[in-house]
């Protein structure tokens, strides 16, 4: 995380009970969904500056790394930015990422260091395959983050993210990406998908890092 984006006491942020259900819930379960999580205005704020991103801006996303990295619209669908401090939003986004980091490393003591996140647009009729966000040992990503930036959405628009707890679950946790719903999740241990959307799906992806344990993959 950027010096420069320093945060505020990450309960003046946060509040208290958010962080400590999310500091239960990830110790307990290895995950945590909460809704309305992000703030109302912040949320509203960051979906108006993912509407006025340039042509081009927003670019398919890929899967694997380095010389594996290779777009495959059979296994995932969406249009990903990365997100700097450069504009007022992001600065402001990476503000409240920071404060949670900080919370989570005081409660977890999970060594976290780094954050990195993209915008996410799903349009209509695609999909993210089961997947897991890092191999298990090989990987300096700790703890998965998925915040929504749909407001009204419906049951029927899709778009679900569905939490796996292991390969032999079929079922898993079903997460509506309603506006304000922030999930987080053990990135070695959690295979998720995401399902077909009926309705143009708008989401902030991003990983907390640990460095020094393996190359990234």
Do not use: C
């Not at 979906?47 to 991103?53: I, M, N, P, S, V």
């Not at 927003?58 to 694997?64: E, K, M, T, Y």
């Not at 495959?72 to 980091?101: C, F, K, N, S």
């Not at 700790?142 to 079929?170: C, K, M």
């Amino acid at each position: 995380m950027d010096p420069l984006l320093t945060a505020p006491r990450p309960e003046a942020l946060l509040g208290s009970a958010l962080l400590e259900r999310i500091a239960e819930e990830l110790t307990t379960h290895g995950f945590s969904i909460q809704a309305d999580a992000l703030p109302h205005a912040l949320g509203q704020e960051l979906l108006a500056d993912l509407h006025q991103l340039q042509p081009g801006e927003l670019r398919a996303a890929g899967i694997g790394r380095g010389h594996q990295h290779l777009l495959d619209q059979r296994i995932r669908g969406d249009q990903i930015h990365w997100i700097g401090p450069e504009r007022a939003a992001g600065r402001r986004w990476l503000t409240w990422v920071e404060a949670l980091r900080l919370a989570i490393n005081r409660r977890l003591l999970l060594g976290i260091e780094s954050f990195q996140s993209h915008y996410s647009h799903y349009p209509v009729g695609q999909f993210y395959s089961r997947h897991l966000d890092a191999f298990v040992g090989k990987s300096n990503r700790i703890l998965s983050l998925v915040t929504y930036l749909n407001p009204n959405w419906q049951a029927d628009h899709g778009g679900e993210l569905v939490i796996f707890r292991g390969a032999d679950d079929d079922q898993g946790i079903v997460v509506e990406p309603r506006m304000g719903t922030t999930v987080l999740f053990l990135s070695e241990e959690f295979p998720h998908e995401v399902r077909i959307t009926h309705r143009d799906r708008y989401a902030i992806a991003g990983w907390f890092d640990r460095r020094g344990r393996g190359p990234l993959d």
